[in-house]
């Protein structure tokens, strides 16, 4: 009975305790709450200097406009964190883990695949989500990773999609091109849009055939005898893989050469960027690039091309600020859902994101069990006047071709 | 592939080859005088091929305008860069001209970078897209006007050699060193103004390059390294042997394209390289030491 009355006397061990459980349990919603009030540090990283340094500082412009958007979305608030891979895979993997070190609690990036390879295998390891803007790389998303997502299609999507719309603009201008000749580059990017064309021609029957397949140097500065060669296999339409300035002096030589095929088939860069619109003025018009691009008709796309016309006059829309913008989105939009800045929180609700308001075509933005948003699709977009216009796919589009290429 | 696929090829490859022919023959000036190795040729030709630019973007001149300009401002750059800096080296270890040479060029190539930045450019005149059609021959007129203006810079480089006073002494130079000094020569001044005439001529060739190619500060050691091949290949201080060198490798290059594969032309270039070290070492029209 002693006994009994003895355990039941408060003790001032009982009291310390009871005080300290108190304080805890109401301290503990605060938190919360402050976790929620909280910005995300989320660390962007970008190949901000080196070889890519133009496109990284590109898809830079994306990361300036999307803060001001997120707030008329009423996203919460992101606390970005800057970092340059310096077009580097190792770089770039040093510079992820020192963002992780130093308080990011999400990671986007890299616009290149082996960077961004580098960054997710970082980003796996210390359980950081990660959200890729541009890589096409499949290897990716293929890792089993549970914290690597991937808004953006692979090279396989986009050479898929290029062959769709290919098929489709035909239809629209009731002509099927009988030859092409493809034209390009050997480098790995070339050379593996060369090896999937190859696999996946077949599967898709396309009404031309490839007479022949011209190789170049990247680095040539002259390009006349290739397109002399493709010019004498009087291919009906001209197939590109090319970069920038390869693009320009392929324009040049076709017009030097009195060289117009039916058309200008580009799967890639370079035919559609400002730098070519700019230099070869009215000889830009007429060709059509198969891209990963936007969506024209969506209601998020204009929120975006007027934060961009706004914060840089003169630069039109393109792929890096879209994707740049929408990796951005899909971290703020998971934020808001989880509630919590705690990584696996974030992991799930991107896991689980399902966002139509966006601005890339196609139903809008969702993640496979891999997290590969493989709901995306790429667009058929034709130089006119300067202006980019979207030929495909039919939800897409905006114009309808201009077939076929004319010169002045 | 038809037959007029084949002379466009090798009329464009001539062309191009002549103004090659002109680069090369700034380094073996130098080379055939001074017995310096330039290997900051190719940089030069940027800065050549930039303030051309610069000054068609600010005045809107035209290129062929500039050529004698830039030529001038390359003679006195080179003037100033044997009298101020090369020719203290000249009785030096050949490694020590060789990273003298080396560092000018990485600061020119970096110098570059910082002021223009590492894209591409170039001019936009209003012949850029004109072509000549003659029958089923398609010339470029940029590449016919640059080839036509390196003709010209030759001849008159040739004449100035052959027929003034100050050519004849610089010829004196090269053949016989001593023999210049002890007649009284002032073989510091020649050498100056030689590696002058050959910066200038590299001067002139950037500008007309410009008119067929696009720049970037890292364009530089890949036209040194042309030129050298070139030299090697024509003779190392061999005039006529510079000019027969670039229109080789101009066609070796443009024909190799067309019969081959496009990616293979360098390759082609260097097996002439190496053919020609192997059966001639002293170069086509060099002369045997």
């Not at chain 1, 009982?14 to 304080?23: N, P, Q, R």
């Not at chain 1, 991107?350 to 995306?376: E, H, M, Y």
Request: proline content about 5%; some cysteine; aromatic content about 8%.
């Amino acid at each position: 009975m002693s006994r009994k009355i003895s355990d039941t006397r408060v003790s001032r061990r009982t009291v310390t305790a009871g005080i300290g459980a108190a304080a805890l349990a109401g301290v503990a919603p605060f938190n919360i709450g402050r976790a929620q009030g909280a910005p995300l540090k989320v660390g962007v990283l970008l190949p901000r200097s080196g070889t890519q340094a133009g496109i990284g500082q590109d898809c830079q412009r994306g990361v300036d406009i999307t803060v001001g958007i997120l707030k008329q979305m009423k996203m919460p608030d992101l606390q970005i964190m800057n970092a340059d891979t310096e077009t580097n895979v190792d770089v770039a993997r040093a510079r992820a883990e020192k963002l992780i070190a130093d308080g990011a609690q999400l990671l986007v990036g890299a616009f290149d695949s082996g960077q961004s390879t580098a960054i997710a295998q970082v980003a796996e390891q210390k359980g950081i989500p990660y959200v890729i803007n541009i890589a096409a790389a499949p290897p990716i998303t293929e890792q089993g990773y549970k914290f690597v997502f991937r808004n953006f299609p692979t090279g396989p999507m986009i050479l898929r999609d290029a062959f769709l719309n290919q098929k489709e603009i035909f239809a629209l201008v009731n002509d099927q091109p009988k030859t092409a000749v493809m034209l390009h580059v050997n480098d790995t990017y070339g050379m593996s849009i060369l090896g999937g064309t190859k696999a996946m021609f077949p599967r898709f029957e396309m009404p031309y055939k490839i007479v022949e397949e011209i190789a170049y140097d990247p680095a040539a500065r002259d390009l006349s005898v290739e397109v002399a060669k493709a010019k004498a296999t009087n291919a009906e339409v001209l197939i590109a893989v090319s970069r920038l300035n390869d693009a320009i002096l392929v324009t040049r030589e076709m017009i030097k050469q009195r060289w117009t095929p039916k058309s200008v088939l580009s799967i890639g860069p370079g035919w559609y960027e400002d730098q070519y619109l700019k230099t070869l003025g009215k000889n830009a018009d007429g060709p059509i690039s198969f891209v990963p691009w936007y969506d024209p008709n969506k209601k998020a796309t204009k929120l975006l091309e007027d934060a961009l016309a706004k914060a840089h006059a003169g630069i039109g829309l393109n792929t890096n600020h879209v994707y740049t913008f929408e990796a951005l989105l899909v971290a703020a939009d998971a934020y808001k859902r989880a509630g919590s800045a705690d990584p696996k929180a974030l992991a799930d609700a991107i896991r689980a994101t399902k966002i139509t308001d966006n601005v890339s075509p196609g139903p809008g933005i969702q993640f496979d069990a891999k997290g590969q948003n493989d709901q995306l699709k790429c667009s058929a977009i034709q130089n006119r006047g300067g202006k980019l216009v979207t030929l495909a796919p039919k939800a897409s589009a905006n114009a309808k071709p201009d077939w076929p290429l004319k010169r002045a | 592939m038809p037959l007029d696929v084949y002379l466009n090829v090798a009329v464009g490859g001539l062309l191009t080859g002549l103004v090659y022919g002109l680069m090369a023959l700034g380094l073996s000036v130098i080379f055939g005088v001074v017995r310096v190795v330039n290997f900051a040729h190719g940089e030069m030709m940027t800065i050549a091929m930039y303030l051309a630019i610069t000054l068609f973007s600010v005045l809107g001149l035209d290129p062929l305008v500039m050529l004698v300009p830039i030529a001038a401002v390359l003679f006195v750059f080179g003037y100033a860069l044997q009298a101020k800096l090369i020719n203290s080296f000249i009785t030096r270890p050949e490694h020590s001209q060789f990273l003298l040479l080396v560092a000018i060029a990485i600061i020119l190539v970096n110098g570059l970078l910082i002021i223009y930045g590492p894209d591409a450019r170039n001019v936009q005149t209003s012949y850029s897209f004109d072509s000549f059609e003659i029958g089923r021959l398609i010339i470029d007129a940029n590449k016919l006007y640059a080839a036509f203006a390196a003709l010209v810079v030759t001849a008159l480089l040739f004449a100035f050699f052959r027929f003034t006073a100050t050519g004849t002494a610089i010829r004196a130079c090269a053949d016989n060193h001593t023999g210049a000094l002890v007649v009284g020569l002032d073989v510091k001044k020649l050498y100056a103004l030689t590696f002058a005439l050959g910066s200038a001529c590299v001067g002139a060739a950037g500008v007309m390059l410009l008119m067929i190619f696009d720049v970037t500060p890292a364009l530089g050691p890949a036209y040194t390294l042309l030129a050298f091949v070139i030299v090697i290949t024509g003779g190392l201080g061999s005039m006529p042997g510079a000019l027969l060198g670039g229109v080789l490798i101009g066609m070796t290059e443009a024909l190799a394209g067309l019969l081959f594969q496009p990616s293979m032309k360098s390759m082609f270039t260097f097996a002439i390289l190496v053919l020609v070290l192997l059966i001639r070492p002293q170069g086509i029209m060099g002369r045997r030491a």
